[in-house]
């Protein structure tokens, strides 16, 4: 990225979001309540509003690029992921700590939990916990997939790790007091189908400056939409593997021009992993055919089971060349929803938000689930949407998608287990999973 290119990107950024450190106080948080010193609002806020100093890379010709520190931006409230990095700075310092620990005190002493009956706003609140509780489990120098780690991002000290218990076992508590049985989470309301009965969305790609196509027949059996997952592999998709398996991840595609449904999907990806290894078999799926990737939230249940729930947290599309549709530099459409929490609980649109052209990214979301961030704290300036898509993804779809199955993707009917299953049985494997059950259960 040229220096003026991203001198441009942070303009953005900061005409977009032009809180710092001290204007905090400016983004109320007001998803659970129009009060913002509702103490669900004061949860929410302790762990999902985050002043983040952010950097860019200038380059010269005949030099190597030069990282220098361009400003600060505050993340959030309402951000699908929490704005938290690798190092203790974000919640283990004396600041955040303090704060973090006496409004989750606060919420146990004071019965919180009975505060809200909505189980939608129980299931969030429990979901966006579960994730900080995640990645306070994790070690700043362990290796995962997908992340970027310093060769400078210290261990926790002994005195961090013992905050690390102190806020993972209050954590851990209040989600308890969220949870709700297994038969209300399965029963939540379908917010995708409440998107798309909304009318706000375009029912059929019209260009990539709209780009606000949710196709309305994605979870329909006849529709030609066919969702596939892993053949021989039981962990989940990698972006399922980068969030520790807090999400369902499903992989659909459409097949343009072809009859037959799952047999057609099924004949093209064969094509497709029978192809030279490392190549793009760009000609296994005609031009107009689409892929989706869904985010789905998982929640856990008053035993502490993960449940899949019907509440759809984000939507990718990838349309090539739709027919009708106005032809994008990129060869393909993208569209791209993610989950609002306000819009959720108000019943708007099914809580779904399309990102817009144009739309910044930051890097430090590029692994799903957390900041990449130095052992400063600091992150990069990202690119924009949708151009930030196409730099993985390229002008040829996402065929690169069933590559990452490790031996190929098959339709779902035809698996012995259901992404959902796999999913879920490896995250009951996981270490911090298994430190949440002990926590859970202590004192029961």
């Not at 220098?68 to 919640?91: E, I, M, N, Q, R």
């Not at 620990?101 to 919420?107: C, G, I, Q």
């Not at 029978?274 to 869904?294: N, T």
């Amino acid at each position: 990225m040229t220096g003026r290119s991203s001198d441009r990107l942070l303009g953005i950024l900061l005409a977009l979001m032009p809180f710092a450190v001290s204007a905090q106080a400016e983004q109320p948080c007001t998803i659970y309540d129009g009060d913002p010193r509702h103490l669900w609002n004061r949860v929410h806020s302790a762990f999902y509003l985050r002043t983040v100093e952010i950097d860019r890379y200038e380059t010269f010709p005949d030099k190597p690029p030069n990282r220098v520190a361009v400003g600060s931006v505050t993340l959030g409230p309402d951000v699908l992921d929490p704005p938290l990095g690798g190092h203790p700075k974000f919640l283990l310092w004396d600041e955040p700590f303090n704060s973090c620990e006496a409004v989750l005190t606060e919420f146990l002493e004071s019965d919180g939990a009975k505060l809200i009956a909505d189980p939608r706003a129980r299931v969030v609140l429990q979901r966006d916990l579960w994730a900080v509780f995640d990645l306070l489990q994790a070690d700043p120098k362990a290796a995962q997939p997908g992340r970027i780690i310093p060769a400078a991002m210290p261990e926790y000290t002994q005195f961090e790790k013992q905050r690390c218990e102190i806020l993972s076992l209050k954590i851990a508590r209040v989600m308890r007091a969220l949870a709700l049985p297994r038969e209300q989470l399965i029963a939540l309301p379908d917010n995708y189908a409440q998107a798309v009965g909304s009318g706000v969305f375009s029912r059929e790609p019209v260009s990539q400056q709209r780009a606000d196509f949710l196709p309305p027949d994605l979870f329909e059996s006849a529709s030609g939409w066919v969702e596939v997952g892993y053949a021989r592999q039981t962990a989940p998709t990698l972006h399922g593997q980068l969030l520790a398996g807090r999400s369902l991840f499903r992989i659909f595609y459409r097949v343009a021009n072809e009859q037959g449904g799952a047999a057609a999907v099924e004949r093209m990806l064969v094509e497709e992993i029978d192809s030279e290894p490392g190549a793009i078999a760009s000609s296994s799926f005609p031009p107009g055919s689409s892929f989706s990737l869904v985010r789905q939230l998982i929640a856990l249940d008053d035993q502490l089971e993960p449940v899949v729930t019907p509440i759809v947290e984000s939507v990718q599309l990838r349309a090539d060349r739709a027919a009708g549709a106005e032809s994008s530099e990129f060869g393909q459409l993208f569209e791209e929803f993610v989950l609002e929490r306000q819009l959720l609980l108000a019943d708007r649109q099914g809580g779904l938000k399309p990102a817009r052209v144009g739309e910044l990214r930051f890097d430090g979301y590029g692994s799903l689930g957390r900041l990449f961030t130095d052992e400063h704290g600091r992150m990069l300036i990202g690119g924009e949407f949708p151009r930030d898509c196409a730099a993985c993804h390229g002008s040829h779809m996402l065929i690169a998608m069933s590559r990452l199955s490790f031996g190929g993707t098959k339709p779902v009917s035809h698996l012995e287990n259901s992404p959902a299953q796999q999913a879920v049985a490896w995250k009951k494997g996981l270490g911090d999973y298994r430190r949440l059950r002990e926590l859970w259960f202590e004192g029961r």
